[in-house]
């Protein structure tokens, strides 16, 4: 025996889940509708601080070698054999090398 109580009861579920569907559809059209939006936005930001880094370093290339002409003079009178420098000095410059590689690499993050 059909029971109306129980059709009707079906009706509303399937109404129900039916709207839960599309409300569910719906609300990821607009998450991935946000996730493009903030990740375009990520992309140009980091694209943009690319280009202020690389421009900086231009700039700071560009003085830094005006400014090196009296610091070549200086560095002339060192001597450029490495079996002659002692090694605490080695190691002093591989240091001075790591920062300035460190330095750089935090500033395309600044």
Partial sequence: ?????????????????????????????????????????????????????HKQSKKRTVTGTASNHSRHQTLSNRQSDPSN????MANSHKVGRLCVLIHSYNSLFV
């Fill in 1 to 53: 025996m059909i029971n109306v109580a129980e059709l009707k009861k079906d009706k509303c579920f399937i109404k129900l889940i039916k709207k839960l569907q599309k409300d569910m559809d719906e609300l990821k059209k607009r998450h991935q509708k946000q996730r493009d939006s903030i990740q375009k936005q990520q992309q140009s930001n980091v694209e943009k601080l690319m280009c202020d880094s």
């Fill in 85 to 88: 420098i002692s090694p605490n």
